[in-house]
């Protein structure tokens, strides 16, 4: 059964980069697009970025500017850097996977409450 | 950039019917997928492509997709149920996400 970890800082300093890594466990990330989703306190959800395995990528026009996103495949695992991180970039951050030919989630991991305070 | 709108709240008694839209330009054009998020835990996927199942969602679970707005259907509505809810859907190779409507079952 293929479970989703997120990991990384709870807390970045305004400015700052916010660094996530999400690992896939229990299959392969080969052959999947992977996305980041966040989630801000008591508010919807927000799509950040998606890559497929074998490293394609597209972003929320919204966040474009500030965010990268990147796979390493030989340890099943991708990433989210987000840049010159301000409070309106705390939230919950979520990594999915995508149901193959849908454009939607399957499996989600827990997520990982980011901060941004000094 | 697509817009998804959604009721910010929908009350149901238990064992009745609730209904949730998600209203988008030509909506019946693209697929809705419908997502639950009880406090404190991940959205689950309980509706995609319009009307589909995941395996494991409760056959009360139903969705349609017409014209300008999808609707999400719970029938025989249990106290289980009671969540926010979000649409979503594929435009233009991005992700959209709908603002999410909190159901209450009372």
């Known amino acids: 059964q293929v479970q989703l970890r997120e990991s990384g800082p709870g807390l970045v300093k305004p400015s700052e980069t916010l660094s996530l890594t999400c690992t896939v466990s229990g299959g392969s990330i080969s052959s999947y697009y992977w996305s980041w989703i966040r989630q801000p306190p008591g508010k919807g959800l927000e799509w950040i970025a998606y890559i497929y395995y074998s490293g394609s990528t597209n972003y929320n026009p919204s966040l474009k500017s500030r965010v990268t996103i990147s796979v390493d495949t030989s340890k099943n695992q991708f990433s989210l850097k987000v840049t010159s991180v301000t409070a309106a970039d705390t939230a919950v951050y979520y990594c999915?996977?995508?149901?193959?030919?849908?454009?939607?989630?399957?499996?989600w991991g827990q997520g990982t409450m980011v901060s941004v305070s000094s | 950039s697509y817009e998804l709108i959604q009721p910010p709240s929908v009350s149901v008694s238990p064992g009745q019917t609730a209904t949730i839209t998600c209203s988008g330009d030509k909506f019946e054009d693209k697929y809705a997928c419908w997502f639950q998020q009880k406090p404190g835990q991940s959205p689950v996927l309980v509706i995609y492509?319009?009307?589909k199942r995941p395996s494991g969602i409760p056959e009360r679970f139903s969705g349609s997709n017409s014209g300008n707005t999808a609707t999400l259907t719970i029938s025989g509505t249990q106290a289980m149920d009671e969540a926010d809810y979000y649409c979503q859907a594929w435009d233009s190779s991005t992700v959209v996400f709908g603002g999410g409507t909190k159901l209450t079952v009372l």
């Open positions: 492509q319009d009307t």
């Open positions: 999915a996977r995508e149901i193959r030919g849908h454009h939607t989630f399957d499996i």
